[in-house]
């Protein structure tokens, strides 16, 4: 029998686990992550939306585990591009994952489009799972615009380039702490965690 009292932030990507973390640190569960557990085989990520990406890891992590876990498939949609590189954000420059060819790959091709058609947003889905099924899904979006040159250094992968207009900073710019309010993870994870909350009580 899975352990409900523990959830598993099931992600690699050090950024996303830290902000998932601190925005769920007060939620009445253990929090866990990947290096809690022996290496385990990483899931096919191959649906065409992040909602579907989110359902598959979670649920791929819980089985594995035993445990609650909570996923996410997030990334950067632009307008210009079609919504590229969207479901294919971390792999956007070939499957090394690097943050750096990612944005220069971004940059490139949006070198003909004028600064004020460069509209974008970050998407993120959600997935809470137990090892028999997908308990709770929940997604969040935050608008912006692409901008050449990268600023800031708190964040990760395409946050130097994403320019907030309402805020007037890029991503990477803003603080944790404002970042945790307002990202489109946050919002997700703001939007989920009720559901997380009613199936704990449900399950005392």
């Keep these: 029998m899975s352990d409900h ?11 996303k686990a830290r902000e998932m973390r601190a925005i769920l640190s007060d939620l009445a569960v ?5 290096a809690d557990f022996p290496p385990l085989v990483e899931p096919v990520e191959n649906a065409d939306t992040f909602e579907g990406n989110a359902r598959t890891k979670a649920i791929h992590y819980a089985r594995l585990t035993n445990t609650w876990s909570l996923a996410d498939d997030s990334g950067l949609v632009v307008d210009a591009l079609n919504g590229a590189p969207g479901v ?10 690097d ?13 003909d489009i004028d600064e004020d058609k460069r ?6 889905a959600i997935a809470v799972a137990s090892p028999t099924e ?17 600023v800031g250094h708190n964040g990760f992968g395409y946050d130097p ?14 603080s944790p702490e404002v970042k945790n309010s307002i ?3 946050a919002r997700a994870l703001q939007a989920i965690r009720p559901r997380i909350e009613e199936l704990l009580s449900s399950h005392t």
Excluded: W
Aim: charged share 15%.
């Design 30 to 34: 253990t929090l866990l992550s990947l």
């Design 5 to 15: 009292r523990k959830l598993l932030i099931a992600t690699s990507n050090r950024g």
């Design 119 to 124: 509209q974008a947003r970050f998407c993120c």
């Design 161 to 174: 380039h994403f320019f907030m207009p309402a805020q007037g900073q890029t991503a990477a710019e803003l």
């Design 99 to 111: 943050a750096a060819a990612n944005n220069a790959k971004l940059i490139a091709a949006l070198a």
């Design 183 to 185: 990202s489109h993870r």
């Design 134 to 150: 997908v308990l709770a899904v929940a997604s969040g979006t935050v608008e912006g615009v692409i901008v050449d040159d990268p």
């Design 88 to 97: 294919k954000s971390a792999r956007y420059a070939g499957m090394q994952c």
